[in-house]
């Protein structure tokens, strides 16, 4: 089975099983860019289309370790931010088995955004109020306006200039907007019961990275600096030593370079105990977008603080 011009060396992958497999530069673009059809992919012998491409030791290396992200999350790369964080919302709500097939859409009743938050709050709800199967418009503005309610009440949320009609008219920027605020609410509740703000995400996150002799300092989630990968990798170093390859952390000084970095950033998250929840993509750290990055933050350190570091 030929993948495109992809070579593939003499790994088996089955159920994740990192071999030592050759992979040639075409291989890289296409797994990268995540478009693999699964079902074309035969991993299991090896094969070629026979196109000799040439490849380095570091870049079978460099596949070897990354392309399990590639493989089986094969989630189409969408190049609109919007789109983007629709998918890493929907992500975030399969974690709390909430399903959705149109985020925008299913979002647009109301029913969506009240299950999340009886979700993270028990009790918050009021469910008499509620049109269980919304038939009109209005319908769907009455639950929207109460999800607002809701959040404003129970979540001290603020909704300046997002109302329950904008929600039901399928606005995007809101329902994200909203969306957001409640998933941060998520985190926050997470990191308050370790007795935890965001500002000691970060606090924690420079010490640890000093701890391994650097020198680099992240002065928020929307520094800049953390587009190079280098950063994340270097804390991703002082909290699984064990899962990164320092001869593979580049200096990140070109788009390819900061490419490579943050898909070894998020596929070593995948690969930390088998267990991190990761909703942001490699994009999401090459653009430094803080919503994103306060979640891998957050996520690293909560595999640090399950591990006893600190």
Not at 48 to 68: D, I, K, N, P
Not at 78 to 91: A, G, I, W, Y
Not at 225 to 237: F, M, P
Not at 278 to 304: G, Q, Y
Request: proline content about 3%.
């Amino acid at each position: 089975t030929t993948y495109g011009e992809t070579a593939y060396g003499e790994t088996a992958y089955g159920v994740v099983a990192y071999g030592e497999a050759a992979y040639g530069e075409a291989a890289c673009s296409a797994a990268v860019r995540c478009e693999a059809t699964l079902g074309e992919v035969a991993v299991s012998e090896a094969v070629t289309s026979g196109v000799a491409v040439s490849v380095t030791a570091q870049q079978a290396e460099w596949l070897r370790v990354v392309t399990w992200h590639m493989l089986t999350t094969a989630t189409p790369v969408c190049c609109d931010p919007e789109e983007r964080e629709e998918v890493f919302f929907s992500h975030w709500l399969r974690s709390l088995d909430i399903e959705l097939h149109d985020f925008a859409e299913d979002c647009r009743t109301g029913l969506v955004l009240l299950h999340i938050m009886e979700r993270l709050r028990p009790g918050c709800v009021s469910w008499k109020r509620v049109f269980l199967g919304p038939h009109s418009t209005l319908q769907c503005v009455s639950n929207c306006n109460h999800a607002c309610e809701v959040a404003v009440k129970h979540f001290y949320i603020s909704l300046f200039g997002i109302r329950g009609k904008d929600i039901a008219d399928g606005t995007r920027k809101s329902t994200l907007a909203f969306v957001w605020q409640l998933m941060r609410f998520h985190v926050t509740q997470f990191l308050g019961s370790f007795g935890l703000s965001e500002m000691d995400i970060l606090t924690w996150a420079n010490r640890r990275v000093r701890a391994v002799g650097s020198q680099l300092t992240a002065e928020g989630f929307a520094d800049p600096a953390l587009r190079s990968g280098v950063y994340l990798l270097q804390l991703l170093t002082a909290v699984a030593p064990k899962c990164i390859d320092s001869s593979h952390i580049l200096p990140g000084l070109t788009p390819d370079e900061r490419h490579l970095n943050a898909l070894y950033v998020i596929s070593t998250l995948h690969k930390i105990d088998g267990e991190a929840t990761v909703f942001a993509s490699w994009r999401d750290v090459c653009e430094s977008r803080p919503k994103m990055i306060l979640t891998l933050f957050a996520t690293i350190m909560a595999k640090d603080l399950e591990r006893g570091g600190g």
